[in-house]
Every structure is written in C-alpha cells, then in structure tokens.
C-alpha cells in the first residue's frame, strides 16, 4: 500500500520520522503534539490539537512555497497530523532570516533596542544567519565522531552561531552574547566541508538564496492577509537525488507572526508566558489563515493601438507561470466599443485583477478609454517618444476621473504594473522584492 508506515528513523521533541514500507526516496512526517521552549525539557507543554494545526500550516506553506518554484520536501499530506516527503539527509544548520530586530538577535546587538516593544528595528534588506545545530553540546556525524573540536559546548550554548558562513573554517559564538563581550567567542573553528557536501561555498549561496526567497515570498503572502512577518527558521535537507531542499517543517514554531498591532500570534507567545488554552487558540487561527495562502489569478493586459506598436520586455514577466498574460490588439479611437467589449470579457475571467499596459503612438486614445471604465490600473507607454515627443501630451493631460498613468520608458511600465500586482502576490513580491535588496550588495 502506498505510503505505509515502516520504521522509525528518528524522533525529536515535535515529530516523528518515518520510513516508508518498499520506497526508500520517501519518508512520513508525522507531527506531535508538543510544545518546547528555550531547548528546556521542563517547559515542554502539550495541546491536543497541536500536530494537526503544525501539519495543517506545513502544507500550506510547502504548498506555497513549491507553487512559486522553490525546491521543498513536500508530496502531499497524508492525514490530519502527517504529510509525505523526499527522503533527505538533513543539514545541521538552523537558517535564520529576520526582517525585524527581536529576540536573541538583540542580545546579541543591543545597540538596535528600541524603547517601544511595538517599534523594534526594521532592516530594508533581510539579515540572514546561520547556526550549528547541536545536541547536548556534540555534533555527532552518521558514523559517530563529534564534529566538534575541543571540549563539548556547555549548556546554553547549544546551536551556536556562525559568525563567518561564507569562509571555509566556521568560527562559532554564543547565540546569545554580542561579540564585544569576552566570552562570546567559543574559542572554536569547524571546516565547512565536515558539515556539508563539495562545493561548500556554492551551497550556501545557495542555501542563502533559497532562504530570501522562502521569507519574502512568506512575508508578502501574509502581508496580503494583513499581518507582520517578523523572522524565520527553516532547514535544509539533500534528497536521494542530490537536490537540495527546503525540508523539515515550516510551522507556527518556525517564525514570528504578529498582526496589525503587534499582538504575537505565534509560539513566542508561549515563550513569554501565555496561558496554554490562548497559545492553543492562536496556533488554530493561524493553522485556519494558512489555507488563505495563496498566489492569486491575475493578467497583465498588453494592448496596442495598431500592429506597428511593439510589446516591451516583460522582465519579471518573462516565462511566468504564475501572471497570465493577455495581448490585444484593438484602436482605441477607431474601434471604442470593441475595446470596451473586449475590456469586459478580461475583466469576467480575472477575479484577482489585473493591470493593463496600452502602448501607442500618435495621439492616445486607447489609454483614456480604458482608464475611465475600469477600476484596474492602466498605465500608458508613448510609442512615440524617440520621434514625436509632443505626443506625450494626449496621455498626460486627461479629463477629471479618467486616472491614466503615464510612465516611460517601458521598462518602468512593466515594473510599475509588478509592484501593482505584487500587493496581492506573495510571488511577484519575492521576485521584485529579491531583486531591490540585492541592490545593497
């Protein structure tokens, strides 16, 4: 039978790993119902309804995440509290990124304390970190040798932080200590490739890579719900393939929520004290608001006057899978009533919405007739500008309730238009999110 149960591989304090009976590229995932706090067995917790709230968000999220094109370790849920994935040999690294300054981040940079809790530092480009995952101090390999050299780390030391990802010899600090204190540095030195396959450098880029994209694509789909991304945690695992992988879980355990008004929606709720029946209440709020994660059904609608006006690029466009893309060519001046038929039938298969780009030379027409009978934004590209300037004029001056945005050259229309459409679309946000951060390289 497909996906039967065979043996355990591993038990950890919030789910269990198990084999699969005749397919040994997948594993079943099944989620606990424990609650843990500051890697302290006597703060772990138990609700009923946890595994099935933590299974409920982790398939909504991989869902998501796999829909927007990133490799995660995902095939498809199994039942209330357990879901099927590629086999992976799991990477011993906690990967980290923050939008906001909170936590232990602070500890570790004091200078970045606000005085109020509900303003804390917001960086423009992610902060992305990476930890050591150990256990009890060790990091053991499959063939039992402690990775780490030296004495075991004491406790409170555990998933020490990596101060020099990118470098060949990991020099690793206290998660907790800002590195001007004397005992923030552990005194201890790992070779990167003990922890991961060749090509080491490579992989955390791309490591680094994945996990900007995981996080924004997050943050812009649960903007668009109207709540505050705060941080991530995630994993990384290496399929039979050789592929590597967002793996494990991604549940109310692995970031920070807040809504609106900064009220935490997710498990730093219970770290601070919060009674249990409210923490179980908030984990299935945000297990319900998981399912409206999304990529919407939207269009981007090329229209030009006549034949001789040309497309532009389509940028973050191009090859698209998740923006439909409709080109039209019908005269605004010589055809207006098909233009507005053909207007109404766009708009009766895009509940989403939409934005149209019309392109055209001469004297603009089209551009004022579709902007003053539809609510989506359109936005007007001169196609003229190089020989007739002046022809701008018949897009910039309109008549009152006629909102045409005029913009040139067209590749600022289409990036305008992906801004638009990125308000609802946690994927069109990554991209054009991704690539503004990557500016401050």
Known sequence: MDNQKDKKIIEGKTKIVWSVKGNKESVIIENKDDITAFDDS??????KSKAEYATTVTCGVFKLLKSAGIPVAYNKQL??????????IMIPLEAVSRRFAVGSFLKRHPELTMKEEDNPHRFHKLVTEFFLKTTEG????PEGKNLLDGPNLQKGEDDPFISNIFEDKWKIFHSKKPDWDENASLGREIEADKILP???KEMIENMDKTLRKVFLTLEGAWNNLGYRFIDLKIEFGIDQKGNLLVADVIDNDSWRLKDADWKELSKEAFRQGEELDEVEKKYGFVAGLSKNLRIPRQVLVLWRGSDGDSFPELGLFEKSKEIAIEEVTISGHKSPQSC???LEEILGRYPDGGVVIAKVGRSNGLGPILAARTSWPVIAVPATMDSSPEDIWSSVRMPSKVPLATVWPETNAILLASE??????????????????RQDI
């Open 340 to 342: 507005l038929n053909k």
């Open 198 to 200: 060749k090509n080491s």
């Open 420 to 437: 638009i459409l990125a308000q609802k679309n946690p994927v069109l946000y990554q991209k054009r999110q991704f690539a503004i951060e």
């Open 79 to 88: 039942s209330s509290t357990e879901f099927s994935a590629p086999n992976c």
């Open 42 to 47: 006597s703060f772990t917790k138990q609700f």
């Open 138 to 141: 060790k990091m053991v390999n």
